[in-house]
């Protein structure tokens, strides 16, 4: 809670792109792997690595830093060897690049999103430093600039430390796990390799910590990056809810247990990761030269979306159709009728898949549109007439 106090901190302004505040973030995490006792793994000797995004908020490029360090494995046969354990530092300071309307120039937080998981990322990297060694490298990394598309972790993928990707057996990234409550723990994207539902399914027997295999990457985090490449990632994630991107997502409203809970499911999956002897069984559908249909572009914001419903879905529902978690105070939704439980299955003609083809709809959709939205209700379908408001 310290780590989470200190990153959604006021004078930190939400960690913007090209803010101060981004930068002292940046320092916190590189003292914090020092103190763990990570070996430096940026450039020239040191815990950052630079890189330049194209277009920041004023549309000019931008100088980033990922932070990385190195737990180094005790297996010499191994040294080319590693396994990937990660967060994005980075969040919308004022706004950018996805401010809800009339919340531009206000302080985006971000404490759940996602100074819960550096918080997470941090503690991991000292509690298995101070244990024994691994016996590849694990490599704790903390990204910049996943808000505008990831542009971190991309960069990260392209130029791995002067090693080669091939050597990258797995990847578990820490986003948004700072509101656990009395649900599992969300596991997305063990549907890249066989054995991810197996490994998390073992790490809540050993840890009595509940988890749920989610096989897709729904709304992609740092991870996305990876399997782009070929490479099996997860994310561990908790709960949706409104406070995402607002300035109401704030420190005081993280589950400190839940933190602990989360910490302590994800140091199984990376011990176990550490040690494995065999490459995981990849299971990633890729076509050459084409992105994942969840890929999300570099450089601009993480929706591109318009306009807001003020649903907020339950990731791990496997659709058909889009699962409504909860519904947000004040919003279309709200005023529609629609209920926590429905299932949305169309919006006007079009078919309501899954969560991808959800956000794909809402940016067709114009401010103050009406449309009909039919769901799922206890059995039997319902329209609702709903006119949708600038996100």
């Known amino acids: 809670m310290e780590h989470v106090t200190h990153l959604a901190s006021e004078p930190l302004q939400g960690r913007g792109v090209a803010s101060p505040g981004l930068q002292l ?19 020239a000797g040191s815990y950052f690595q630079k890189f330049t995004m194209e ?22 046969a191994w040294q080319d060897q590693m396994v990937v354990v990660s967060a994005h530092y980075d969040h919308l300071g004022l706004g950018w690049p996805d401010a809800h309307s009339g919340d531009e120039g206000r302080v985006h937080p971000g404490a759940d999103d996602n100074a819960s998981g550096v918080a997470v990322l941090l503690e991991l990297a000292k509690a298995i ?39 990258i057996r797995g990847v578990i990234n820490l986003d948004t796990v700072g509101r656990m409550g009395d649900k599992p723990v969300s596991i997305l994207g063990t549907g890249t390799a066989e054995e991810w539902q197996h490994i998390f399914r073992g790490a809540s027997y050993v840890t009595g910590v509940e988890s749920r295999n989610v096989p897709e990457s729904a709304e992609a985090s740092d991870q996305m990056s990876f399997i782009e490449k ?4 997860i994310q561990i994630f908790t709960s949706a809810h409104s406070d995402y991107h607002r300035p ?54 993480s929706s591109g979306r318009r306009v807001r419903l003020g649903t907020v879905p339950d990731f791990a529902f496997p659709g058909p159709g889009v699962k409504v978690d909860q519904v947000s105070a004040g919003s279309p939704a709200e005023a ?19 969560l991808r083809r959800y956000s794909e709809i809402l940016r067709t959709l114009e401010p103050g549109q009406r449309v009909q939205a039919t769901v799922v209700r206890k059995g039997a379908e319902v329209t609702l007439e709903v006119t949708v408001e600038a996100r």
């Open 25 to 43: 973030a940046a320092e916190y995490i590189a003292e914090q792997f020092a103190a763990a006792g990570l070996a430096p793994g940026g450039d």
């Open 230 to 233: 070929g490479i099996p990632g």
């Open 129 to 167: 430093a101070d244990s024994d060694k691994p016996q590849r490298d694990l490599v704790f990394v903390a990204f910049s600039g996943e808000e505008a598309g990831r542009a971190g972790s991309k960069y990260f993928v392209g130029h791995p430390g002067g090693r080669s990707t091939d050597g």
């Open 55 to 76: 277009k920041g908020p004023d549309n000019s490029p931008v100088e980033l830093s990922n932070v990385v360090g190195i737990l180094e494995g005790a297996n010499d």
């Open 248 to 301: 109401s997502d704030t420190a005081d409203r993280i589950d400190a247990a839940g933190l602990v809970k989360v910490a302590t499911l994800a140091k199984e999956a990376v011990v176990y990761m550490g040690a494995r002897e065999e490459p995981l069984t990849v299971t990633i559908e890729r076509a050459s030269g084409q992105d994942p249909p969840a890929a999300r572009p570099a450089g601009g914001s």
């Open 336 to 354: 529609a009728g629609f209920l926590a439980g429905d299932v949305l299955m169309r919006i006007n003609e079009a078919e309501v898949t899954d």
